[in-house]
């Protein structure tokens, strides 16, 4: 089955640029998308299809991809952007095709 | 506004069973293909089982086919997951989601939690 592999942490300070990554197999040709989820609440959809953000995602939320690596960027963080971010792919060529990275903890210092 | 809202969930033994429930509102139900998410305490996400928007195409990952059915009621715009022969690592938070065109899932109801222990 595919494997979508994502570090464990990321740390950044309050107004830099944050870049969580994703890797697999060839990545690149797949639709990637990128949850957020807060302690204590349900997953939310920040990124899809690569790079498109859901309607009141802030525009500081991108995400890019290609090879056997997808990234998502979150400029100027905020306190408030401290969450864990999964990655996601559906991998139409298998039967079991909905697959998440492990998962990345983004502390803001 | 879309509202996903899971129900059903507590505490069973090893070896029994649970149905969960996720009502939907605020969209067209039937056109939507739904999925069931689950999350172990501490750890990350774990796709469970998917339906299509007919009911007539469902499927399972590998640690559940065979005991968890997922069904759907149109005519009650719900969401069903009815869970056999329960283990200890079935134990997790179940989310209900709307899948998109490419698989993604939006949005996510709160969870219902499912706790397995004797």
């Known amino acids: 089955s595919y494997v979508l592999t994502q570090p464990p942490s990321v740390s950044v300070a309050p107004g830099k640029t944050a870049g969580i990554t994703c890797g697999g197999d060839?990545?690149?040709?797949?639709?990637v998308h990128w949850y957020q989820q807060k302690p204590g609440q349900a997953p939310v959809l920040v990124v899809y299809d690569d790079s498109d953000r859901p309607s009141g995602i802030p525009e500081r939320f991108s995400g890019s991809n290609s090879g056997n690596t997808a990234t998502l960027t979150i400029a100027r963080v905020e306190a408030g952007d401290e969450a864990d971010y999964y990655c996601q792919v559906w991998d139409s060529s298998s039967v079991h095709s909905w697959v998440f990275g492990g998962g990345t903890r983004l502390t803001v210092l | 506004q879309v509202h996903l809202v899971e129900s059903g969930g507590g505490l069973v033994k090893p070896g029994g069973s649970l149905r969960l429930s996720c009502a939907a509102s605020?969209?067209?139900?039937?056109?939507?293909?739904m999925t069931w998410i689950r999350q172990a305490p501490g750890k990350g996400l774990e796709w469970v089982s998917y339906i299509s928007s007919s009911g007539h195409t469902t499927s399972y990952a590998d640690s559940v086919k065979g005991r968890f059915t997922i069904s759907r009621d149109n005519s009650k715009n719900s969401l069903y997951l009815q869970m056999n022969s329960l283990r200890v690592e079935d134990t997790a938070m179940y989310y209900c989601?709307?899948?998109?065109?490419?698989?993604?899932?939006?949005?996510w109801g709160q969870g219902t939690l499912v706790t397995v222990s004797s």
């Open positions: 060839n990545i690149g040709t797949y639709s």
């Open positions: 989601s709307i899948e998109g065109n490419t698989g993604q899932f939006d949005p």
């Open positions: 605020g969209f067209t139900f039937s056109d939507s293909y």
